[in-house]
């Protein structure tokens, strides 16, 4: 499944590897993220009542969310990028100058295939013209033709 969601620093990338359903992160990664948050989380030096006062919910609720028994969404991801100071792409394990890369690419082949569609578009419109002026030439030899048969 490939969907495109909006990130806080606006720019959007494609997530192949994970689904997202609705506004909730797919259950499949769910556990590896969570595994995430908590590595963080411990290496910040942050106790559950530190994120769950950040997060404005009750510690128990976070200890819930990070034991993997409640959903987690990507709002709430998002705000728990930020306390711990990471971004989402981090903790989802998403690298995101590959899709940027990918992106580049994409546009220089679109732009070249446009490059060529303005190329076949000059050749067609020369031919064209072409073909318009020896129509006027050939009119113009007409038009001497029947002056001169009229003045006799």
């Known amino acids: 499944m490939k969907k495109i969601f909006k990130i806080r620093y606006n720019y959007y990338f494609y997530i192949k590897k994970y689904s997202i359903i609705e506004n909730y992160i797919d259950t499949d990664i769910e556990e590896k993220v969570l595994n995430k948050i908590k590595k963080h989380r411990i290496e910040k030096g ?3 009542e530190y994120m769950a006062f950040n997060l404005k919910m009750s510690q128990a609720s976070y200890a819930k969310l990070e034991a993997n028994k409640t959903k987690l969404s990507l709002e709430r991801l998002d705000k ?26 994409d546009n220089s082949i679109i732009y070249q295939e446009i490059q060529n569609l303005n190329q076949e578009s000059r050749e067609l419109l020369n031919a064209y013209m072409n073909q318009v002026k020896e129509e006027n030439n050939h009119l113009k030899g007409e038009i001497e033709f029947l002056r001169k048969l009229n003045h006799k």
């Open 80 to 105: 728990i990028s930020k306390i711990l100071e990471t971004t989402i792409e981090d903790l989802l394990e998403v690298k995101t100058e590959k899709y940027f890369k990918q992106n580049l690419y």
């Open 46 to 48: 942050y106790t559950h």
